[in-house]
């Protein structure tokens, strides 16, 4: 290594939560440190410990996945006291704070949200918000991702999840970590009072098309533009979508391993 690196251990095993209270808890996003899903995220883990970090990217990072920034160098800003911002994706806002912020004092806990819109189904792939909590998963560090689903037109409802979320960050500390498992949770364009309840769900699926503009630039180049997605959910019974849609806040486990292994077992007959 060069003069003045740090290196992120990634540890063999999951680290434990023993006392919520006294835990140390890293709070990012992937809307940027301005957003108001983050103070609302904020808030909620001072609600449930006295040691909370915020360090989320300078500016907004949707979609951006599992991004990891190589090819340029990253800077970290002082926002206030435990409070930083990255100039980077979701996924270095972890590694920059458990490999130089926090390298003393490794968090025990990761939240990463309250995201502006839903989370669920195969969008889990391109979720910034998401990708947090799953690099925090590899460095062995309990992780759950949240976000709020908000109807076309209509303000987001921030006091759903201020109102739910220390409930489900408490109940699944209790429950205990699987290995390699994160917890993304997505609540419903619903006012706390008109939430059903809380359903322990699979992934849902989407049909639909991704729309790309084409058009030119004042020299006649031409140049392109992803616009927005043409989605029709699969309502599959017990999904992510389908409890989200029915007014529940919905909470699915995430393994890291992607192997489909009933499909492994079929290719070790032709192999």
């Known amino acids: 290594m060069s003069e003045g690196s740090h290196s992120v251990v990634i540890p063999g095993k999951t680290r434990k939560i023993t ?16 957003a108001p899903g983050l103070k609302v995220l904020e808030a909620i883990a001072k609600s449930l410990s006295d040691d909370v970090w915020v ?18 160098p990253l800077q970290i800003k002082a926002c206030g006291e435990k409070r930083f911002a990255i100039d980077g994706t ?18 025990d806990l990761v939240l990463s949200g309250v995201n502006w819109g839903s989370n669920m189904g195969d969008d889990v792939t391109y979720s910034g918000t998401v990708a947090a909590a799953m690099e925090a998963t590899l460095l062995g560090i309990p992780a759950i991702a949240f976000s709020l689903s908000v109807l076309e037109g ?13 409930s489900i960050v408490q109940r699944l500390v209790g429950h ?16 706390p009072e008109n939430v059903l309840g809380i359903r322990a769900v699979k992934m849902g699926h989407f049909q639909g098309a991704i729309n ?17 997605f043409e989605q029709k959910a699969a309502m599959e019974e017990g999904t992510d979508i389908a409890v989200l849609e029915e007014g529940f806040i919905s909470v699915t486990p995430i393994k890291m391993n992607l192997t489909d292994l009933a499909e492994l077992k079929r290719l070790n007959h032709i192999f």
């Open 19 to 34: 006392d919520l209270s006294n835990a140390r808890i890293l709070v990012t996003n992937d809307d940027g440190i301005q």
């Open 55 to 72: 360090v989320a990217p300078e500016i907004e990072q949707s979609a951006m996945s599992h991004a990891l920034t190589l090819r340029r």
């Open 90 to 107: 979701p996924t270095d806002c972890v590694v920059l704070s458990s490999g130089i912020l926090m390298k003393d004092h490794l968090p």
């Open 154 to 166: 209509q303000d987001p409802l921030w006091k759903t999840a201020e109102t739910h979320a220390s």
């Open 176 to 191: 205990g970590w699987p290995e390699q498992c994160l917890f993304n949770v997505n609540f419903p364009a619903l006012p």
């Open 212 to 228: 790309v503009e084409s058009t030119q630039d004042p020299k006649q180049r031409p140049y392109y533009w992803i616009g927005d």
